[in-house]
């Protein structure tokens, strides 16, 4: 079956430090991959979006790369501030699912200490 | 900004009874989503819904839940009569009906249900 692994339940990290969060999937082939932020109490927050034949996407202090080949999703976050401790997923489009049906890994709780 | 607003924010209720959450999708998006999250655990599909039918459900979408757009803003989730295992976050969600969006959900802040 699909899977999405986070290999991180949790990331601690100091401030002005780089965060990077891994995101693997399996018997899956996607179009494109998600990231998504979460507060404690809330709902997930769209991030970004890569396609698979897209190497690398950046939005301001955000950058995430895509490996189909090692099936991996790499996140990372520049010069990390308090402010963006918070649990991060990544999400699949579901294999033959319809639209908006994703599968979301468990998440990275980041927690960036001043 | 546009934003998917979700009422209660958090309901109590006794195993057995009838829960009805409440969701305001974005205007102008044509799909809507519950997910539900238990405590811990990963955020899950329950359903999506296009057109006034239901589009997809997952397996825990079962007879005891339904979903129904009564009017032209709201859009529903019914659990018929709840059971321990249906406390969670319950997440309505919305996106665009195509476009470069149409599978990045904007989710609302959520409904949390306590079944006691």
């Known amino acids: 079956s699909q899977k999405i692994e986070q290999n991180s339940e949790a990331l601690n990290i100091q401030e002005g430090k780089t965060a990077t969060l891994t995101c693997n999937y399996t018997?899956?082939?996607?179009?494109?991959l998600q990231w998504y932020r979460q507060d404690p109490g809330r709902g997930p927050v769209f991030l970004l979006l890569?396609?698979?034949?897209?190497k690398e996407k950046r939005k301001e202090r955000l950058k995430v790369t895509f490996d189909t080949t090692l099936k991996q999703s790499l996140f990372h976050i520049t010069a990390s501030q308090p402010a963006d401790s918070a649990t991060y997923l990544c999400?699949?489009?579901?294999?033959?699912?319809?639209?908006?049906?994703?599968?979301f890994g468990k998440g990275t709780k980041l927690s960036v200490k001043p | 900004e546009p934003e998917v607003t979700q009422t209660p924010s958090h309901q109590v209720t006794q195993m057995g009874q009838e829960v009805i959450l409440r969701c305001v999708p974005i205007?102008?998006?044509?799909?809507f989503y519950w997910y539900r999250q238990i405590l811990g655990q990963k955020v899950e599909f329950l359903v999506s819904?296009?057109?006034?039918?239901?589009?997809?459900k997952s397996e825990i979408f079962d007879d005891q839940f339904s979903v129904e757009r009564p009017d032209g803003s709201n859009f529903t989730l019914k659990i018929r009569s709840t059971k321990l295992e249906d406390s969670a976050m319950y997440f309505c969600?919305?996106?665009?009906?195509?476009?470069?969006?149409?599978?990045?959900?904007?989710f609302g802040a959520g409904s949390r249900l306590t079944v006691l």
């Open positions: 999400a699949l489009l579901r294999g033959g699912g319809s639209q908006g049906n994703l599968i």
């Open positions: 205007s102008n998006h044509l799909y």
């Open positions: 018997n899956y082939s996607p179009a494109y």
């Open positions: 890569i396609r698979e034949n897209e």
């Open positions: 969600a919305s996106t665009p009906y195509v476009g470069a969006g149409a599978n990045v959900l904007t």
């Open positions: 819904f296009y057109n006034n039918e239901i589009s997809e």
